[in-house]
């Protein structure tokens, strides 16, 4: 299978712990994306990186968050001293970085987060 | 991007077509209408996207209005795996917009057998 791959699927915490995903996008794809999504909405776009560029951050990531991208390959991000209200599914996505409105996302499977 | 306006929910039967609208009337020039869809448990997939002509891929049809102020997504046979929420999105063409995907809170489709 060569699609987006997240780790873990699912992790519980206690609150003020901190926590780590990974997402390994498609190898071909230059853009990669997190979006967290929460019961009953859509998806909300977190941040975004070009190769190993983060170009943009969304406001709902406040300072606890932090993701990088080393080497332009996979990503990680980081949750310090998570909250209740940091649980959540957390999908990364990837694309080829097409020019104009052409450009679509490859999701992953997601990441389910509960902090207790 | 430009706000898309969809119906909460809708339902068909297995097996009929199913016609998905998404209003967009603020829609600019340079717009992509895009179409992703989310099953259960699962991450979004895209689903197809267009500019001004109607579009056709394996999974379905995208009818875009003469004015571009809406659109519709068609689903020519259902199947219980077509159940999913689907997201009508606005992609900016002209490299001003953001690259992120704005997503709404679609309309859930529920597939009757």
């Known amino acids: 299978d060569t699609g987006v791959s997240q780790d873990p699927r699912h992790k519980i915490t206690k609150r003020g712990q901190n926590v780590t995903f990974r997402c390994d996008p498609i190898s071909e794809h230059n853009r990669l994306y997190w979006y967290r999504q929460t019961l009953g909405q859509g998806p909300e776009f977190l941040t975004y990186?070009?190769?190993?560029?983060?170009?943009?951050k969304s406001r709902l990531l406040s300072d606890r968050f932090s993701a990088e991208r080393p080497k332009g390959s996979f990503s990680t991000l980081e949750i310090q001293r998570t909250e209740q209200g940091d649980s959540a599914m957390y999908f990364c996505?990837?694309?080829?970085?097409?020019?104009?409105?052409?450009?679509?996302?490859?999701f992953g499977p997601g990441t389910r987060l509960t902090v207790l | 991007d430009a706000k898309t306006t969809q119906p909460n929910s809708m339902e068909s039967n297995e097996e009929e077509p199913v016609h998905l609208p998404c209003n967009h009337s603020t829609i600019s020039g340079t717009d992509y209408i895009h179409w992703y869809r989310q099953l259960p448990s699962q991450g979004p997939e895209y689903v197809i996207h267009?500019?001004?002509s109607n579009v056709n891929n394996r999974m379905a049809s995208l009818a875009i209005a003469e004015d571009r102020k809406s659109s519709t997504l068609i689903l020519h046979r259902a199947t219980l795996r077509d159940a999913a929420v689907y997201y009508c999105i606005l992609r900016d063409a002209s490299g001003a917009g953001s690259y992120q995907l704005t997503f709404g809170k679609g309309t859930k489709l529920s597939v009757i057998p």
């Open positions: 267009g500019l001004t």
């Open positions: 996505a990837s694309s080829l970085g097409l020019t104009g409105g052409r450009d679509t996302q490859y």
């Open positions: 990186f070009q190769n190993e560029a983060q170009l943009e």
